[in-house]
Structures are given as C-alpha cells and as structure tokens.
C-alpha cells in the first residue's frame, strides 16, 4: 500500500464533488441508525404522542396520564408521520423526522454558507463539517425533539440575517413564524438564540437600523408576545409552568467547587462533541504557527462567531446542561470552522478530511451492530418484554409505579400494542383491580408478583390486584 499516494490525496483543499460524496455517505450513515432499538429518552416521545391522541388533549401532551409541561408540535408532526406508517411504527417516524431535521439544516448550511461568502467549495466543506461528530453518532438521529427545535432555529436565524441584509418585512415575519414553531417544538430557550442573533446583528449590521424601523418593532412585538399568550391564555399556565422551571433550574449552583467542575466537564465534552472539526479549530488557537495564512477574517465570519459566543454563554456559565442543548448552533460553527480551515487551516486538512472519513466508517457498523448489542446488553428487549407482558395481562389495565428509561422502553412498545386500549398511566394509589409494572423488588403490599423480566441489569416486576389475579 503506497502511504504517500494515500496521505496526497488527503491533502486539501478537495474539490466540490469530493466533499458532496464525503456528505453523501455521512448521510448514510445517519440511515444506519433508523433500526436501532429505543435510546434514551426515546420512549418519551412516543408515550406522550399516543396519549396526546388517545386523550385528546390536543394543546397539552400527556405522559403517563398526567401533563407533561411542554408544547405539542413535534407530536402533532409524529401523529403525521404515524398517519402514513402506522402506530406500530412510531418509533421509525420519529426517527425519520429527526433525520429530515438533521438534512434541513445540512441544506440550509449549505445554502447559508454560499449566501455569505460566495464560495461554493466553503459551502460544500461546511456541509461535511457538519454532518460529523455528535450530529453523526447521536443527535442527528435520535428522536428528541431537540432536531426539530435546532432546525427551526436556524432558519429563523437565516431568515433575520437575510431581512435585516435586504430589509425585508416579510423575512422577519418568516422568521418569527420559524422561531415560534421552535419554542412550540420543545421550549422557550429558542427565544435566547434567536434574541442574541439579533442583537448583534444590532450591533455589528450596516443595516441596523432596520431592527429598529417600525414594521421590525411590530413583528419582534407579535414575535414575543406570542410565548405569554401560549403559556398562560392558550394551554394554560398549570400545563406549562415546566418551561419556567427548565430555566430556573440551572441557576443553582450547588456550591462553587462542583460549579467550576461542572462548567470544566461540560467545555470539554462539548470540544470533543464537536470534534472533528473542533480539533482544526483548538488547534489554530493554541499553535498560530500552524496557520497557513494570516489573512484577515471576513466581517461576516466575525459577526457569526459573535453569535455563537454570545448563544451559547448561557449555556457555559451555568449548570445541569446537556449538549443536545446547543444543537441549533452546530451549524453556525460548522460554517465558521469550514471558512476558517479554507482560509488558515490548509496544513491541517489532511488530518481532518482522513478523520471525517474514519468517523463515517466506524459510525457504520456501529449503528447497525455494535450499539444494538450494547443496548440490549445493558437495558434488555424491550420490545420482547413488552409482548410478554401484553400476552400476560390480555387488554386487562395496567398502571406504572417506575419512571425509568427502561420501563419507559417497555411502555412506549405495550401502549402501541395496546390500541385502542387506554395508555399505560400511573393512576390513583387506591386502585383494586389491575396490573402494575415496578422496578423489581418492588414496594410492599404493591400486589401480587406475577412475573418478572429483566432488562439489562435491572428487573422489572409486574404486580397484579383485585380481579386481574384471577386466571
């Protein structure tokens, strides 16, 4: 094998159709992952979909019989997508409108990326920036609704940039209904993205002064008050007050040592996150002598890393936050990091076009067989416990006493197989008749133990009282 034929082809820039085929593949991958078993917090948002459509509650998602505390858009877009599959496959179309999400962004990067330097090849780089790392193995796939969210996101961020450039009207209100549909995906947080590309818009913009002309003032003015009117007039305060509380709670801090720490943890799980990319991007920061040029950083390129930095601090100088957090701005430093590797990173393109390639390979495999064993593994079939149970308990109703992922998994599956039959819910305590599921050894005088399943290392029990005992 001739290394140095190997190492030249390496060598950077690429052409365009280099780069679209590197994406074209990495998108394969994402693919890969459509089969694997539920992850996570997966089985949420399957359970909430089908009690939100077997209750009714239209404007309120439901979980486990009570309200779950979040807006319901990305369970009225799973109910469509379940209305072309079916119920038994809901998982499959969560999946597939994460994966949607996840190709809207790449387009919308692309897109973006061209808009603001005019150069094809930046635009076809970012895309394959993007389309790696966390995004590939994880968030780009797997269905929360954090994809949903981020792609709402960014197109509002898109569309600000775009009408605040050409002072147009009727962008801003694009942008207004994007970024309302990302705070009815999930949470107000989008809000906070959105609010810092504005600002420094305001500040860095020639064109300003459009942000403060009276038709911008009248939109932001609809824009904001349409999240009060949700929370308190439309669903109701009672239902929503989780979206306050997800804020609040990351203002303790838990003492000034686990504060530092958790603010080291999660800087460095979000470098490595991020990488490859984030590598080139660390590296040109700590060793200037790798630079291949000092050509000085376009204003656009400026103006973009303000906006993350700015979107992303509350997030770095506060506790309790996940990566899945930040998705909305992976493909705002995806362009940064692609303008800046073509412009001063030329010498660190071998290693991270031959880096992107070896993540797209191992992703492959793993998705389809390593990361399925080890779920199984460490947290069982729950699809294969969930059937057990279903034939156990023959449409009889069943009630939960645990909440985790595990028995979550097994739910998701036994509401599906259950239709048109009540969703699984944690009921009253004083109930007579019917099974129970909890964690194994599960409480005192909770019922009679009619059999147990273990998922992965834990135990799940399935209880029974009153009539339901009965053969």
């Known amino acids: 094998m001739d290394w140095r034929r190997i190492a030249a082809r390496l060598e950077g820039p690429w052409s365009l159709a280099r780069y679209r085929l590197l994406s074209g593949f990495a998108v394969l991958a994402l693919a890969c992952w459509l089969p694997h078993p539920y992850n996570g917090e997966e089985p949420v948002y399957a359970i909430t ?9 239209w404007l309120n998602p439901v979980q486990l019989g009570a309200q779950y505390g979040r807006p319901p858009l990305l369970n009225w877009v799973v109910m469509l ?8 496959h809901i998982l499959l179309a969560m999946r597939l409108i994460a994966l949607a999400s996840t190709l809207g962004m790449a387009a ?30 994880q968030r780009g796939w797997m269905a929360y609704a954090d994809p949903l969210l981020a792609l709402a996101t960014f197109a509002a961020i898109i569309c600000l940039w775009v009408a605040v450039d050409r002072r147009s009207p009727g962008l801003l209100v694009l942008a207004g209904i994007a970024i309302t549909a990302a705070f009815l ?37 609809c824009i904001i008050g349409f999240a009060p009117l949700w929370i308190f007039a439309v669903a109701g305060w009672g239902q929503n007050a989780r979206l306050i509380g997800d804020i609040t709670a990351r203002a303790h801090t838990g003492g000034l040592g686990r504060y530092i720490l958790s603010l080291l943890t999660y800087w460095g799980e979000m470098l490595l996150r991020l990488l490859p990319p984030s590598a080139l991007w660390l590296a040109l920061i700590i060793r200037p002598g790798l630079r291949s040029s000092e050509d000085p950083c376009p204003k656009w390129s400026l103006t973009l890393r303000w906006i ?8 770095l100088v506060t506790t309790d936050n996940h990566a899945r957090h930040l998705l909305p701005l992976y493909p705002l430093f995806a362009i940064v990091v692609a303008e800046l590797a073509l412009r001063r990173g030329r010498r660190l393109l071998a290693p991270l076009h031959a880096a992107l390639i070896a993540w797209i390979v191992v992703t492959i495999p793993v998705a389809l067989v390593i990361s399925p064993w080890a779920q199984i593994r ?15 308990t023959k449409g009889q109703p069943i009630f939960t006493g645990d909440g985790s992922s595990e028995t979550l998994a097994v739910i998701a599956h036994l509401d599906v197989l259950r239709l048109p039959a009540e969703p699984i819910g944690t009921g009253p305590r004083n ?19 009619v059999a147990r399943y273990q998922l992965g290392k834990m135990s799940l029990a399935l209880l029974c009282r009153g009539t339901a005992c009965k053969p």
């Not at 094809?120 to 790392?133: D, M």
Request: net charge neutral; charged share 15%; proline share 5%.
């Open 185 to 221: 995906t999930k949470a107000l947080t989008a809000y906070a993205f959105y609010g810092a590309a504005g600002l420094i818009l305001l500040w860095r913009h020639e064109n300003r002064r459009f942000l403060i002309s009276p038709p911008s003032l009248i939109i932001h003015a």
């Open 108 to 137: 919308m990067v692309a897109w973006f990326a061209h808009y603001l330097s005019r150069d094809r090849l930046v635009s076809a780089f970012a895309v394959a920036c993007f389309l790696t790392g966390d995004l590939l193995t």
């Open 431 to 449: 109930i007579e008749n019917g099974f129970f599921l909890y964690q194994a050894p599960p409480p005192e005088k909770a019922g009679k133990e």
């Open 308 to 315: 993350l930095l700015l979107a992303a601090l509350p997030y």
């Open 49 to 57: 979909t089908v009690e939100t459509w077997w209750h009714g509650s």
């Open 378 to 392: 460490q947290h069982g079939n729950s699809a294969k416990v969930a059937a057990l149970i279903d034939a156990q």
């Open 81 to 88: 997508g379940v209305w072309g599959l079916g119920w038994g």
